[in-house]
C-alpha cells in the first residue's frame, strides 16, 4: 500500500490565532540523523515565516530538502507549543498505524533512496507532500508493528541514554577545567598571589606560552581530496567526523586508497591526543583523536600533537575548548589575522597558559579517564547503530517476522 493511507502529512499549521505567545522552535538545522540538536525559545510573533508545523508526540519530522543527508527525528517528551520548520515534514501515524514504526519505515535507507531518487530540483533537491505519500510499504498488523518498534526502540533508547552520559562526562571535564585554570581555584589557590599577563591576572608562576612552543603543529598541504575507496587502508578525517565537546565520531568514515594514505600522512599520522583545529564551515571546531585510532589529516584542517613533557593531551582539548579560545579566535579575526581557517601561522599566534607544578599532571589523572569514557561511549553507540540499522531493513520488510515472538511491550505501545 501506499504511506499516504497510514498517515498525515503536515496535519496542523500555526496561524495568526495560534493560542502560545512563545514558542519551542524546531529549525532545519536542530536535526541530524535520528538526533536533535537544540530547540530554540523565541516570540510567536517575532518567529520566522517557516516556523509553520505543528508537532505533537509520536509525529516523525522528515527533511525535505536534499534527503540523502538523512535528517530525521521521533518527537517524545514535546512540549504543547513546539513548532518545526516548513523545511520538514511532519508525518503523524493514522488509527491503525504505530507511530515508531512508521518513524522506523521513513527512516530505512531504501526510503532514504526513494525520496533521493525523486527529489526535484538541481541545487536544492527536495521532495514534496505528494512523493512522500505515494511511496510504496508493507505495513503489518498493528501488535507485530509495535514489536517491531519496540525492538528497534530499544536500541535507539540504549543510544540516547549514552549520549545523555557523555554530555555529562563532558560537561564534568569543561567544569573542572574552568575550576581550576579559568576560575583558578585550584588545590592551594588560597595562597597564591597574582600578576598580570597578555591574557589578565594570572598565578604567580604561571607562562604564557605561543602554541609552538608546547605542541607541533602541521597544516595539510594537499589542495585537492583524494577519491574515496571502498577498499581503503586508511580513514581520511573530515568534518563530519567532528562532534560537539571535542569528540571525533567515525561511524561514518572516508577511506582512501594505501597510496594515497601514504601520501597525506608523509608529515604525520594522526593518533591519540592529537588535536584537530579547523573553522570551514564551524569556526573554530576542534576534536582529539581517540584510543586505538590513526587517520590522515583532511583538508583546511590543521593538527597539533602535544610535546611531550610542554603540556598534557587532555588539558591541551579543554584548552581549545574553553570560552578563552574562542575569544583569542574572535580577537585575532577582528584583527584580519585569520581569515578563511586557522592555518599553522595563525595557531602559531595562539596564547597558551601553562600552570606551575604538578597542577596540569594532576589535571591529567582526573580529566583523561573522563575523556576516554566519552570515547568508549561514542563507540559502543556506533556498535549500537550498526546493528540497528541491520536489523532495521529486515524488519519492517518482514524478512525477519517477529509475530510469534513473545515480547513485552511498553505501556505506551499497548495505549
Known amino acids: 500500500m501506499e504511506l499516504g493511507n497510514v498517515i498525515k502529512v503536515n496535519p496542523e499549521q500555526a496561524r495568526k490565532d ?3 505567545d512563545e514558542i519551542e522552535y524546531i529549525d532545519i538545522s536542530s536535526v541530524g540523523t535520528g538526533i536533535l540538536h537544540e530547540v530554540k525559545q523565541i516570540e510567536f510573533a517575532n518567529a520566522p515565516s517557516r516556523a509553520k508545523r505543528i508537532i505533537s508526540n509520536g509525529d516523525t519530522l522528515l527533511a525535505t530538502v536534499r534527503p540523502n543527508l538523512r535528517a530525521f527525528w521521533f518527537a517524545k517528551n514535546i512540549k504543547e507549543n513546539t513548532i518545526a520548520s516548513t ?21 530505512d535507507q531504501h526510503f532514504t533512496d526513494y525520496l533521493t531518487a525523486n527529489a526535484k530540483g538541481a541545487a536544492y533537491p527536495a521532495v514534496d507532500k505528494e512523493i512522500i505519500e505515494r511511496a510504496d510499504i508493507y505495513l503489518p498488523p498493528i501488535p ?6 519496540a525492538i528497534l526502540s530499544a536500541y535507539d533508547d540504549l543510544i540516547e541514554n549514552n549520549l545523555r552520559r557523555i554530555k555529562i562526562l563532558e560537561e564534568m571535564a569543561q567544569n573542572l577545567y574552568r575550576e581550576w585554570f579559568v576560575n ?21 608562576g604561571w607562562e604564557i606560552v605561543p602554541m609552538k612552543s608546547v605542541a607541533n603543529v602541521v597544516d595539510c598541504l594537499h589542495s585537492k581530496k583524494p577519491d574515496a575507496h571502498d577498499e581503503g587502508s586508511g580513514i581520511l578525517v573530515q568534518l563530519f567526523n567532528i562532534q560537539d565537546g571535542g569528540k571525533l565520531d567515525f561511524s561514518k568514515k572516508y577511506m582512501i586508497s594505501k597510496d594515497d594514505y601514504v601520501k597525506w600522512t608523509k608529515r604525520i599520522e594522526l593518533s591519540e591526543g592529537d588535536c584537530i583545529i579547523t573553522n570551514v564551515g564551524r569556526i573554530a571546531a576542534v576534536a582529539q583523536m581517540p584510543k586505538g585510532k590513526k587517520a590522515a589529516l ?18 591541551l582539548i579543554e584548552y581549545l575548548l574553553s570560552p578563552h579560545m574562542t575569544n583569542e579566535v574572535r580577537k585575532k579575526s577582528d584583527a584580519g589575522v585569520i581569515m578563511d581557517s586557522l592555518n599553522v601561522r595563525s595557531i602559531y599566534l595562539l ?26 561511549l561514542v563507540e559502543k553507540n556506533h556498535v549500537l547503530r550498526q546493528t540497528r540499522d541491520l536489523l532495521l531493513p529486515k524488519l519492517i520488510s518482514g524478512e525477519v517476522d517477529v509475530s510469534d515472538l513473545d515480547i513485552t511491550l511498553p505501556e505506551e505501545a499497548l495505549a
Do not use: W
Not at 144 to 149: D, E
Not at 298 to 315: A, F, Q, S, V
Not at 367 to 372: H, K, L, S, V
Open 18 to 20: 495560534y493560542p502560545y
Open 184 to 204: 583558578f581555584r585550584f588545590p592551594g589557590h588560597e595562597q597564591t598571589r597574582f600578576v598580570d599577563s597578555p591574557l589578565g591576572r594570572i598565578p604567580e
Open 144 to 149: 507485530t508493528q509495535r514489536k517491531i518498534a
Open 298 to 315: 583532511g583538508r583546511n584542517m590543521t593538527g597539533l600533537r602535544p610535546i611531550e613533557g610542554k603540556i598534557k593531551p587532555t588539558y
Open 351 to 376: 596564547s597558551v597558559p601553562i600552570p606551575k607544578g604538578t597542577l596540569m599532571d594532576d589535571f591529567e589523572c582526573i580529566a583523561r579517564p573522563i575523556r576516554q569514557s566519552i570515547e568508549s
Open 87 to 107: 523545511g520538514f515534514a511532519v508525518l503523524r501515524a493514522n488509527e491503525g498505524s504505530e507511530p515508531r514504526f512508521i518513524y522506523y519505515l521513513v527512516t
